[in-house]
């Protein structure tokens, strides 16, 4: 059995809070974390961009840089990459094989991958590391970690709120508890709420003359701090969430062009990924909350009078009726998909949610089946589980 096979075995332990175990594996590891500068991020909405835009950043700049982000989009190494490439396989094993070693029977398999890729980082010689949280930020199994250069915080609302509770206030504090030693940025798109807690922390926002200038199928212009910006990316939470990464690359001291370079070279497979095939427009977004599909809504607006379908599932955790709410009116067929997921929504409750916000729904058996019987603009979304089947459904017809 492998490493991997193993790590998923400790999987089956479920989520258990806390940076104990965490900490405990990285020092008898010799705390490779401390042999890195890192960058750790946490929020709601945004962490993957923000990660892949430093990424690209001090890959620019000439850095050698590891990246740790959640959950698996393609594959589950694509989580972890150094240069924006995923790790090879049997080095992954080499440094997670140590890591699982060094574990004790408590350890988790997030606990074992945190302090593996870490150790990873260490062993091939990278100088930075982008952290993204998994859940929360201050139990978070990252949150064990060493030498943070910078905290950043991108947009934050409510989510997981079994586990992080049911007010604003109280993610909130779960968010910031990753500022530890370090100086915190701040994504500027906010709620009010949540924008003056970080604000009492002293936190750096990244709000200096930020102008949104335009969005198509091609990027996303913007203005910061009197400079302009593309990304490729396309939206206006995806500006803010460059400002973001500009503001913490600054505080890396990051020179201007790298910045530039950067933010230019960003894309991020899954977030609002558009993609061109068999005459139709695809638009692949794992967004599953209620703020995170207000970006959908404004690019599916765009389209005007166009045909839109959407292929739609759902976690039985996540607001059904959030989510669907901000897409109303806009689709004129729905595919309702079971995600492959033992956390999946039950059939009946996802499709009666549908039925609930639009006229015409139908249950698929697969993402495929749906993709098969759509055209015009299809938008896959809800879950990053559905993100995997439609790429690849998607890329062997491009």
Known sequence: MSVFEDIAFLNKKGMVFGVETTRRILDALGSPDKNLKIVHIAGTNGKGSIAEYITRILIASGKRVGTFSSPMVENYFDQFRIDGEPVEESVLAKYFGEAYSAADSVATGFEVETAGILNAFSGEGCEYAVVECGLGGKLDATNAIANKEVAVISSVGLEHTAVLGNSLRSICEHKAGIIRDCPVVVNALQEAETAEYFRTLGAIFADKRFEFLSADLNGTHFVYDGEEYFTPMYGRAQAYDAATAIEAARIL????????????????????????????????????????????????????????????????????????????????????????????????????????????VEYADSVSDALSASDGVVAVCGSFTLVKEALNWIEKRL
Do not use: W
Request: charged letters at 25%.
């Open 253 to 360: 001291k990051i020179d201007k062009n790298s910045i530039r370079v950067g933010i230019s070279r960003t894309k991020l497979s899954g977030r609002l990924q558009i993609m061109q095939a068999l005459g139709n427009t695809y638009i692949i977004d794992g967004g599953h909350n209620p703020s995170g599909m207000k970006p959908l809504r404004e690019l599916l607006s765009s389209f005007g009078g166009k045909k839109i379908t959407l292929v739609y599932g759902s976690l039985s955790d996540k607001d059904i009726d959030g989510n669907l709410f901000n897409l109303r009116g806009l689709p004129k067929k729905v595919y309702a998909v079971t995600p492959e997921s033992p956390r999946a929504m039950d059939r009946d409750k996802l499709l009666s949610a549908c039925k609930k916000y639009f006229a015409d």
